[in-house]
DNA sequence: CGCTAACGTCAGCGACTACCGACACACGAA
DNA sequence: TTCGTGTGTCGGTAGTCGCTGACGTTAGCG
């Protein structure tokens, strides 16, 4: 297990086409296949990005007889957006103090 | 270039050692040399590393004489925020309409 | 049971990438 | 100018990744 668990979400995400998957699936739940037909590549790849998402923690599969229905899943969603804010709100603070800190220097040389 | 200005970020964040740095140069600007030290592998590896980052548009670089200062772009890391935001909100409201759906369905089923 | 449809999994291949050591370049001090 | 320091860049290598075709599996229908 890795301790990191938005590892393998980012991971997930840096694939166009896995985006690709997750928006589509982010409006509706579809079919393994259906997905598949959405993309010019085999339908072994997109089971593949399917596995990878999911494994992400970022899809959620329901079977149905023999197929499988996916959508996206908010909560894997969710750590993501709390990881980006905290780097985020950091580098904002970070560049304003450097800036006021900037400031001062002139004022300094100034006076 | 390429049409989605947010690929190059997440790709550039999939890489652990790649968020590793960027947390570093959130908190503070820091020279390259500086951040090299801060981990085990060669100065290079490092050094391309600082090059994705910045061409991700995750950084911001400062001379100074010989050394070249760092620090996280907050720009950068809201056009992520965006796009998981939009991802967010779909996924959630399919979530919701789909359980609802399913409530729906079962009363009918009751009635 | 045999047959079909809908999927996942496996083995292999080409492309990309993180890493290293060696080298080149820019800048400041003596 | 000569020397040392701080960094980026180049060539090469081992490992990873996305893709494909072939095969295995499960569920429903005749």
Tied chains: 1, 2.
Excluded: C, N
């Excluded at 997930?12 to 079919?31: G, N, S, T």
């Excluded at 899943?73 to 905290?86: C, I, K, M, N, V």
């Amino acid at each position: 297990m890795t301790p990191d668990p938005a590892d393998a979400a980012l991971r997930a995400l840096a694939e166009p086409r896995r985006r690709a998957i997750l928006q589509l699936v982010a409006h509706d739940e579809l079919a393994a296949g259906e997905i598949a037909a959405a993309f010019e590549v085999s339908r072994t790849a997109v089971s593949q990005h399917l596995t990878v998402l999911k494994e992400a923690g970022l899809l959620h599969e329901r079977r149905e007889a023999t197929r499988r229905l996916y959508r996206a899943r908010p909560e894997g969603l969710a750590q993501l957006r709390e990881l980006l804010d905290d780097l985020w709100d950091s580098a904002l603070d970070t560049a304003r103090r450097l800036v006021e800190a900037d400031t001062t220097a002139h004022h300094e040389e100034t006076a």
